[in-house]
């Protein structure tokens, strides 16, 4: 056997120039075979030959089992640290173990102490209680690592290395040996002495042609390396190096027919790895609803037509459960509760149909348990391990069966399969890390810091590597020899390991102990000579950079620099100056992006391509929102409205149509409510629940104490934000003016005469309306918050409201735009003279706003505007009804016949302002269709475009596209 033996070639796809099968690459000639290869791969070949294979183990595994030995050890110097984080204090010290240890560190038998350096003195005390061996050796308390292989190879090389048969004829060394680190330098002289020829590959002395094409961003830089790619006639000898994610450069490709090269940014976790998280922030105590919600909604693939998403919970359970969410956004046990009321539904569909939703109950019901009934204990944010692992068992279960469940073999569906194994896979490391552990307890934050380590690292990509002529690599030093044109992608500098890890005091100690450590200087110049030697291997050069990714800005790979010396000193009359810099800046080499292009030529060395002149794309912003369509959409119409419905049409009818007849939503994760809209429905159903218990309807006002009890009972079932970590002053500011307010709204109701009756109440109203010249009648329908009676009869209806700010509500009152408190007037039943008594009331300020002086004393009688008829626009809400009807009737006419209209959007878009700017002739244009719309006998409300939830749709949002 020939082995060809680089520092950086253990994934270097060569000698064979189209194969990329493995990170060693083997081709048999005449003389025998010839292996390519670097340390990871001599080294697996030398525990074959010796026969010292041995299974790999997870990292997590042997960090694990070095928390332990550090727990026995109880070091001084990791003390304090370990106790505050003990799984990042282990990784941290077998990393340094594993480097002291690979470099030829032996404590077992040094009679060296480390008294001078602590940080020694505890890895020593640590290794002496380590016993290497398997994971199922009950004498082993830790696996070997890399570190231990290689000294183990060493070892037996020493003792069998010249009456073993190894199978290795010669070694040629493509970097200086005297460069290598000191433990690979011994075993190649202990190889040398077994009978193994080492040599030294010849240097090229050639120095290649160099172009470097800069782009101001990744997407200019890859459109010219694209269609230089796509150009190039010889590719037989072309190897393309890939500094960076191809992403962007394979889009480019795929546009021109060109084969892909598939390389994926390198990133610590694959999107597999958030799986487990999301789980476990869902059912860690305490409950955090916006984790539930995640959790629940977790799905896998791209949904379609044809082969939907993988659903983590099926969906007909998940889409119970995240409705009730919606509703309390809490998980209690109260039977009441929304989450108990889901899955008694989702139990009776069961009972109906055992044979088809027996199986969607049991799953609701596992849930329930996990998150509700039996979550992992916590105490003292310490998890209880034995609590965990039923929650666990359950996770990788479901997983396992989602990826192994038959169905369509499409690539989307393959893609999806992998995707969930990775994620099982996740799971399975990380109770397999635990089990390693002793301790029966682990801080929350340690259960996350170990599922980040056993996350997988396996990248995703959104483009797949196309076979092709040209070799491709990762790292400069990786090109193969026979290489005549180099394309290098993104040749940025890298992050290397440029930090030392021992100070040189430590490593004089270790030295002593026969260690000899690399430095990181040492180590950064073995990388670039390697990188440079690969470079020069080929006549011609183009690098690709673009000036800045992802943001930041970007400078040249060192190699290149080194590579400039060399020009400078080859063609030393080549430029006016030798420097670096001046090289690599003069107009001979660099090129930017904009300069490529001729007239009807683009050109880069021997490659060019014609140009057709194409128009720019230019997207306008629009001018108008609003839209007219051709044809009869009476299909679109209602059969039900409600206030909310109304209140979106008298503003934004487009809106209407998009959310309400065509059903586009945001999804359940915004849905849950939070802020103001929690806290609004949590008091709603405080008031509820005290209106309930009959203590109002006789005119009695609730006690503090009564309002105190409900309001913490319901806590959990309605506002469960407010009991995580963080949150109680804001749970006791909340507490102390939902007390003061409800004391005052019970209080002011007694005070005159108000006798409440219900609360919640439904109401159903047939309502006849003219739409398109014919009649068409709706279901009127929703909820009164409070009904009650005063007067001998006369109805009162107050709607509840939590808001920042009053100012909204009492200028709706004034200015006769009350259109929901004019709605519950005209649908309510009842006896007694006058029109009914309506009013808002406020609950975060503690008071009513109405047109009734006895309820608010603020009330001045409105703005003073007339109707035609007369009316006074801020008196009475029942008298907006008229005005009401007629403008939902224009709006549903217009709808029917194909114009959609979103006027306050359309100012938007004709000044070319952005929702929540500030404009003086917005404003104004604003309210001239306000007063436009009132002098016609209709209503126009005014709500601030800045919380629609169609801007982006509208492209008034910044991003016309």
Request: contains cysteine; charged residues 25%.
């Amino acid at each position: 056997m020939h082995i060809k033996f680089g520092w950086a070639l253990d994934r270097a796809p060569w000698q064979s120039h189209r194969d990329t099968r493995s990170s060693h690459t083997t081709n048999t000639n005449p003389t025998g075979t010839t292996v390519v290869t670097g340390p990871l791969g001599l080294l697996g070949i030398l525990q074959t030959r010796l026969g010292t294979t041995r299974p790999s183990v997870n990292r997590p595994i042997r960090i694990a089992q070095y928390r332990s030995l550090m727990s026995e050890a109880d070091h001084l110097w990791y003390q304090r640290s370990f106790a505050d984080d003990p799984w990042n204090t282990a990784h941290h010290l077998l990393r340094l173990r594993d480097d002291a240890v690979e470099a030829g560190w032996q404590p077992a038998t040094d009679e060296e102490t480390y008294t001078e350096h602590p940080r020694l003195d505890a890895l020593a005390a640590v290794e002496q209680l380590v016993r290497l061996g398997p994971a199922h050796d009950p004498s082993a308390n830790l696996t070997p690592g890399r570190a231990d292989d290689l000294c183990e190879v060493l070892t037996f090389l020493r003792q069998h290395g010249s009456s073993w048969p190894l199978g290795i004829d010669t070694i040629e060394l493509q970097d200086r040996a005297t460069d290598l680190p000191n433990t690979w330098q011994t075993i190649l002289e202990v190889l040398d002495a077994a009978g193994v020829t080492i040599t030294e590959a010849t240097v090229k002395s050639g120095v290649p042609e160099l172009t470097i094409v800069r782009g101001p961003d990744a997407w200019s830089t890859a459109e010219a390396a694209a269609r230089w790619l796509s150009n190039t006639t010889d590719r037989a000898k072309l190897c393309i190096i890939a500094g960076d994610s191809t992403n962007i450069l394979d889009h480019e490709l795929s546009r021109r027919g060109t084969p892909t090269l598939g390389i994926p940014r390198t990133s610590a976790m694959s999107p597999a790895g958030q799986v487990l998280p999301v789980f476990l922030s869902a059912i860690l105590p305490p409950t955090d609803i916006r984790h539930v919600a995640e959790f629940l909604d977790l799905s896998f693939g791209t949904p379609d037509a044809e082969s939907p998403a993988k659903a983590l919970i099926p969906r007909s359970v998940s889409s119970a459960l995240l409705t009730a969410l919606t509703k309390e956004p809490g998980i209690s046990g109260d039977p009441d509760s929304a989450w108990m009321t889901a899955l008694r539904d989702l139990q009776d569909r069961a009972d109906t149909a055992p044979e088809t939703r027996a199986k969607a109950a049991e799953t609701a019901h596992t849930i329930d348990r996990l998150i509700r009934l039996t979550p992992p204990v916590i105490d003292n944010d310490l998890v209880l391990l034995t609590t965990l692992h039923p929650a666990l068992n359950w996770l990788a279960d479901r997983l396992r069966a989602l990826s192994h469940n038959p169905d369509d073999a499409t690539p989307d569906s393959t893609r999806t399969k992998a995707f969930i194994a990775e994620a099982a896979g996740h799971v399975d490391s990380f109770r397999e890390a635990l089990d390693h552990l002793p301790a029966e307890e682990l801080r929350v934050r340690e259960l996350f810091d170990i599922a980040d380590v056993c996350a997988p690292t396996a990248p995703h990509i959104t483009a797949e590597a196309i076979a092709a002529k040209w070799t491709v690599v990762s790292d400069p030093a990786e090109v193969p020899e026979d290489c005549d044109t180099i394309l290098w992608w993104s040749s940025h500098r890298n992050e290397g390991d440029g930090n030392e890890v021992w100070d040189p005091e430590e490593a004089n100690a270790l030295s002593l102990a026969g260690a000899q450590i690399s430095t990181a200087t040492e180590r950064e110049r073995l990388h670039q000579a390697a990188a440079l030697r690969g470079i020069r291997t080929a006549a011609t050069v183009i690098c690709f950079c673009p000036d800045r990714i992802r943001g930041q800005e970007t400078s040249l790979h060192p190699s290149l620099s080194r590579l400039a010396e060399d020009i400078a000193v080859t063609y030393p009359g080549r430029f006016t100056t030798t420097g670096v810099d001046a090289v690599l800046d003069d107009a001979s080499i660099t090129r930017p992006v904009s300069t490529l292009h001729e007239t009807g030529t683009w050109r880069l060395g021997e490659v060019s391509a014609p140009l057709d002149e194409v128009a720019a794309q230019t997207i306008t912003p629009p001018s108008t929102v609003s839209r007219s369509l051709d044809g009869d959409f009476t299909h679109l119409l209602p059969e039900r409205l409600s206030f909310t419905q109304i209140e979106q049409l008298l503003s934004d009818p487009l809106g209407w149509t998009l959310e309400r007849a065509l059903g586009i939503k945001r999804g359940f994760s915004f849905d849950v409510p939070t802020g103001n809209r929690m806290i609004g429905t949590f008091v709603h159903a405080i008031v509820e629940e005290l209106v309930g218990r009959g203590a109002p309807t006789d005119g009695a006002v609730p006690s503090p104490q009564v309002i105190a009890e409900t309001f913490d009972r319901f806590v959990p079932r309605f506002a469960s934000e407010l009991l995580l970590p963080g949150q109680k002053a804001r749970l006791g500011t909340i507490r102390s003016k939902v007390l003061a307010s409800l004391a005052s709204l019970f209080t002011t109701v007694q005070e005159c005469g108000i006798t409440l009756t219900r609360a919640e109440a439904a109401f159903t109203h047939a309502w006849e309306l003219t739409v398109s010249g014919g009649p068409w009648t709706v279901a009127l329908g929703g909820m009164r918050d409070l009904e009650g009676a005063i007067d001998a009869g006369r109805p009162v209806i107050i709607d509840l409201k939590w808001a920042n700010s009053g100012k909204r509500y009492r200028t709706m009152v004034d200015d006769g735009e009350a259109v929901q408190l004019s709605v519950y007037s005209h649908t309510a039943e009842g006896s007694g003279d006058g029109n009914p008594l309506t009013a808002y009331f406020l609950l975060k300020q503690g008071r009513f706003v109405s047109t009734d002086s006895a309820l608010d004393p603020d009330f001045t009688g409105g703005s003073g505007e007339t109707d035609d008829s007369g009316a006074n626009l801020g008196g009475d809400p029942t008298g907006l009804w008229p005005r009401i009807e007629a403008s939902v009737e224009d709006a549903l006419t217009k709808i029917a016949t194909g114009r959609f209209e979103s006027l306050s959007a359309d100012a938007y878009a004709d000044f070319g302002i952005r929702p929540g700017e500030k404009n003086t002739e917005l404003n104004k244009a604003i309210k001239s269709i306000k007063d436009e719309i009132t002098e016609e006998g209709r209503l126009f409300i005014d709500k601030p475009q800045t919380f629609s939830a169609f801007n982006l749709i509208y492209g008034i949002a910044g991003d016309p596209s």
